[in-house]
């Protein structure tokens, strides 16, 4: 055995001792002053925590990418604000559930609970909900005791609309506790989340201030944290946060849990960007870009099919229109520390630290606002005229989707915009509890784990685009940050439309280098190699094909016996110019012989469009024999409108290939979907 299998099977070790452990065994406060999030409990019994901090109401929440989470802690606030009902926000993994039937009766005025549950993935709980939901399903015996209600955050495009936020209802429901309101659903799918959420909340809060007899009072911001400046500090104390991912990259008292971890969505490895390359031809109007990560100095391992979470930082342009907007340039470099009013508050940041570094590194800053957190800052309208004019905007759904949401708008630029370029004062505590956090993007792996042990691939196309009617371009976080990069290293005359700083905090990505983790997946190679496989990704939803195929040429080069069938439909718009790895297909077909098939859509090429649906069901026959040999069938990119259309066209081919019913047809894709033969990876 080497030393790195020997550093892996270490790290194995360290990581189940860790889960079976809850980490127990070094303990949640030492884990607090590691990653900087402050606020933790010392207990995860849920009857002490409300006890010892007097909380008479409890929000729990699901969230895989931090929208059920921001959802969760506004609800809160104002739940608290409006009816003077003491609230508790907390993730659900921080807590133990064996006594929660137990809550009424020992925790004296305890009024009810509130589940903000996101489904992950094909009917999924979200990374933090996995023990909360084995406890509902195979644990939990009674909650007859408990007032509940519930809002699922969901995507009715997939099969599993809304799931985890329906087996909480159900299963409260089932044990005996009673639902207050209405059971809630967001849904992303139709881009209605926010609103769904506005209608769902304003009739629950109708209803407890009726059957709880509650008082009303006006909202109004009680802040749960205090920003306190320090002068003693400056951007030069070692103590001080500068945009680092956690304190364990502030303090850096153990090297070893920096390049060894454990690494996860709270602790990143800073992983060299090796190398990068533009996968678009120069007469595209579209970028995409391929990266490689090098894994060689880390025991961070992958497993193919699964997801490269990259931690990114704002861009320099709109930090800039951040702190301009709220009068912050002068004091950007300003060192504050964070004294908490309620103990059951916390950051996801470490501090001290600057106004600069959090607005660069840790809040959501240029993504879409919501109406919701609109109607937040109209106390600190900078005049009389600004204050109607957000009122005017907040106040109607459809004059806010008009004027706001159809053009793109982020929070700065649009109240730049509505003041005339008039800075608000806004408490920077307010900003920080109100913002979202600035979340990990994720990126299907497109290498093998079998081939590329130590280097990590990923497919990124870029974002840029200016929104009909308006005259600013939008321009995704993480995808424009990689754009510079790949920029950079090519020492390309190319100029994006944003920039970054590169560097990072304290040199920390120089050079080329960005904070990530592994996001495991299900999205997997059938474990037998024999087996046939259908994929289905169009665009940069071919990504994880290219590490299946990558895996299986692996297979052929190991002498692995009777490789199955590798079938890939793969669609763009020009041959010629966005056909993502198109020098690389042809290595793969001469490696697997007749044992790989392409068949490919490209859709502005003809004057009709064709897309890789058409070219499923032109090959129906060749499908069911597939099929009919045990074949996986998979499909990743585009939730809204391709996964739809390849499960029609699926559809089709079973009802003429086969002779069923649309209704049995439909079914049998169900049953696919349930013993894991029909694999989605969509967004």
């Known amino acids: 055995m080497d030393t790195l299998d020997l550093s892996v099977l270490i790290a194995i070790a360290l990581a189940l001792i860790a889960y079976f452990s809850k980490g127990s065994l070094w303990g949640k406060e030492d884990d607090n002053s590691v990653h900087g999030v402050a606020g933790g409990f010392q207990t995860r019994d849920l009857v002490e925590i409300l006890n010892s901090t007097n909380k008479k109401a409890l929000v729990l929440y699901g969230s895989q990418t931090g929208t059920s989470e921001d959802y969760a802690h506004k ?303 109209i106390p600190y309208a900078p005049d009389q005229s600004t204050k109607q004019e957000v009122i005017r905007l907040s106040e109607s759904k459809d004059v806010f989707h008009n004027e706001v949401t159809a053009k793109y708008y982020n929070l700065a630029d649009l109240l730049f915009k509505v003041s005339k370029e008039t800075p608000w004062n806004v408490p920077f505590n307010f900003l920080i509890e109100t913002m979202p956090n600035l979340q990990h993007r994720y990126y299907s792996i497109s290498s093998s784990s079998l081939s590329e042990k130590q280097t990590i691939h990923i497919t990124a196309m870029i974002e840029a685009f200016t929104p009909t009617g308006s005259d600013h371009i939008v321009t995704g976080v993480t995808t424009n940050l990689l754009w510079n990069i790949q920029l950079n290293q090519d020492k390309s005359t190319v100029k994006a439309p944003v920039s970054y700083d590169l560097n990072g905090p304290r040199n920390l990505f120089s050079p080329y280098k960005l904070p990530a983790h592994i996001r495991r997946s299900t999205f997997k190679l059938p474990s037998n190699p024999a087996l046939p496989v259908i994929m289905i990704g169009p665009g940069t939803g071919v990504a994880p094909f290219r590490g299946f195929i990558r895996e299986r040429c692996q297979q052929v080069d190991n002498g692995t016996p009777n490789i199955g069938q590798s079938i890939l439909y793969y669609g763009c718009r020009n041959s010629e110019q966005d056909f993502l790895y198109r020098d690389e297909w042809p290595t793969y077909s001469k490696k697997l012989g007749d044992k790989f098939k392409m068949y490919t859509a490209f859709s502005r090429e003809n004057s009709h469009k064709v897309y890789v649906q058409h070219r499923l069901l032109e090959n129906s026959r060749e499908f069911i024999e597939l099929m009919d040999q045990g074949a996986f069938v998979y499909v990743c990119g585009d939730a809204g409108k391709m996964a739809k259309d390849v499960n029609k066209a699926i559809v089709e081919i079973l009802i003429k290939e086969k002779g069923l019913s649309e209704e049995d047809a439909t079914e049998s894709i169900r049953e696919f979907k349930t013993s894991n033969r029909y694999q989605e990876d969509v967004w």
């Open 75 to 377: 609800y809160a606030r104002e739940l608290q604000s409006k009816f003077s009902i003491p609230t508790l926000c907390g993730d659900l993994s921080e807590f133990d559930f064996d006594n929660l039937n137990d809550i009424p009766e020992q925790v004296e005025g305890f009024t009810f609970i509130t589940f903000f549950m996101a489904t992950y993935g094909e009917g999924e709980p979200t990374d933090n909900a996995v023990e909360f939901i084995e406890f509902l399903k195979n644990d939990a015996e009674d909650l007859s005791n408990l007032k509940y209600t519930v809002f699922g955050l969901g995507n009715s495009t997939y099969e599993f609309y809304n799931q985890m936020g329906k087996t909480t209802n159900k299963r409260f429901s089932e044990l005996g506790a009673q639902l207050i309101g209405t059971f809630g659903e967001g849904d992303d799918g139709q881009a209605t989340m926010d609103e769904d959420f506005l209608a769902w909340k304003d009739s629950l809060f109708d209803t407890i201030k009726k059957d709880l007899h509650l008082e009303e009072h006006e909202v109004v911001y009680q802040p749960g944290l205090k920003v306190e400046e320090n002068t003693a500090l400056t951007t030069s104390s070692p103590n001080v946060s500068v945009g680092e991912p956690n304190k364990a990259y502030v303090l850096r008292e153990d090297e070893n849990l920096l390049q060894y971890g454990p690494f996860d969505h709270t602790h990143p490895y800073i992983a060299p960007i090796s190398s990068s390359r533009e996968l678009c031809s120069e007469t595209s109007e579209r970028n995409c870009i391929h990266l490689e990560f090098d894994l060689s100095n880390t025991n961070l391992r992958y497993s193919t099919g699964d997801h490269l979470a990259v931690w990114p930082s704002n861009a320099n342009e709109h930090v800039e229109s951040f702190l301009k907007v709220f009068n912050l340039t002068d004091k950007r470099s300003s060192v504050f520390d964070i004294e908490f009013l309620d103990p059951t508050v916390t950051v996801h940041f470490p501090f001290p630290t600057t106004y600069e570094a959090v607005v660069r590194h840790h809040l959501e800053i240029s993504g879409p606002i919501s109406r919701q957190t609109l109607k937040q800052f």
